[in-house]
C-alpha cells in the first residue's frame, strides 16, 4: 500500500471519530454514550496504528495499545458497572435541545477547522490535514461537557476532548513522548476512579446525579 493510501484510510477514520462525536453529542442515554465513546476510542486506536505503520513512528504501537486498554475496554467496563450499580440508566438531561445543540456544534466544527488552517500548513506531518478534524472532536466534546447536567456524560465528554486532543498530537507532531503518554494515562485512569467514588458520594447525599443539586450547597 503506498502512503497516500495509508492517508485516506487515516482521514476517514478521523472523519468517523467526528462523526461518533457528533453522535455523542446527540445521544440521550447513558449507556449509549458508553458504547458510542468505546467505538471513538476504537477509531483512534486504529488511526494511530496506521500512523504508526506508514511512517515508523514506533513508540505510537504504545499508544494504540493504550487507547485500547483504556478507552475501548477499562473505562467502558468500569462506567458499565457504575451506572449499574447507581441505576443510572434513564435518558440525559441536556440544557438546550438536541437541534440547537447540533447547530452550535456544526458552527463550532467550521470554526474549528478555519482555526486549524494555518497552523496545519506550518506543520511537517502527513497527516496535518487532519488537524481540523481532531480540533473539532475537541470542541464538540466541551460542548457535550457543558450541555449535559449529570456527572456521568460529564466526565465522559471530558474523556472523548482527551481523544480529540491526542489526534491532533499525532497530526501535528507524530504523538507525545511515550513518558508522557504513560503519565497521562496513568493521571487519567486514577481521576477517573476518583470520580467514580465521587459519584456514589453525590448519589448518597442527593439521591441524583444531576450536578445541579450542587449549587444548593452553601457555606455554613
Known amino acids: 500500500m503506498s502512503q497516500s493510501l495509508y492517508l485516506q484510510v487515516v482521514n476517514l477514520l478521523s472523519a468517523l471519530l467526528l462523526l461518533i462525536a457528533f453522535a455523542m453529542l446527540s445521544q440521550r442515554r447513558v449507556v449509549g454514550l458508553i458504547t458510542l465513546f468505546a467505538w471513538q476510542g476504537l477509531a483512534l486506536a486504529l488511526s494511530t496504528t496506521i500512523v504508526a505503520y506508514s ?6 504501537y504504545y499508544s494504540a495499545a493504550l487507547t485500547v486498554g483504556l ?16 441505576d443510572a440508566h434513564r435518558e440525559v438531561e441536556t440544557l438546550f435541545n438536541v437541534p440547537t445543540t447540533m447547530l452550535v456544534g456544526i458552527v463550532l466544527v467550521v470554526f474549528a477547522f478555519n482555526l486549524a488552517q494555518p497552523i496545519s500548513q506550518m506543520s511537517g506531518t502527513v ?94
Open 127 to 220: 497527516t496535518r490535514s487532519i488537524l481540523g478534524i481532531a480540533m473539532a472532536s475537541v470542541l464538540l466534546s466541551f460542548l457535550m461537557m457543558i450541555t449535559r447536567t449529570k456527572a456521568i456524560p460529564q466526565v465522559i465528554g471530558f474523556l472523548a476532548m482527551e481523544n480529540g486532543l491526542f489526534l491532533a498530537a499525532t497530526s501535528a507532531t507524530y504523538g507525545m513522548p511515550l513518558v508522557v503518554e504513560l503519565g497521562v494515562a496513568l493521571d487519567v485512569l486514577v481521576g477517573v476512579l476518583i470520580l467514580g467514588i465521587f459519584f456514589f458520594h453525590i448519589r448518597e447525599t442527593f439521591d441524583s446525579l444531576d450536578l445541579k443539586h450542587m449549587e444548593s450547597l452553601k457555606e455554613r
Open 55 to 60: 511512517t515508523g513512528q514506533h513508540h505510537l
Open 71 to 86: 478507552k475501548v475496554i477499562a473505562m467502558p467496563w468500569f462506567f458499565f458497572r457504575l451506572i449499574r450499580q447507581l
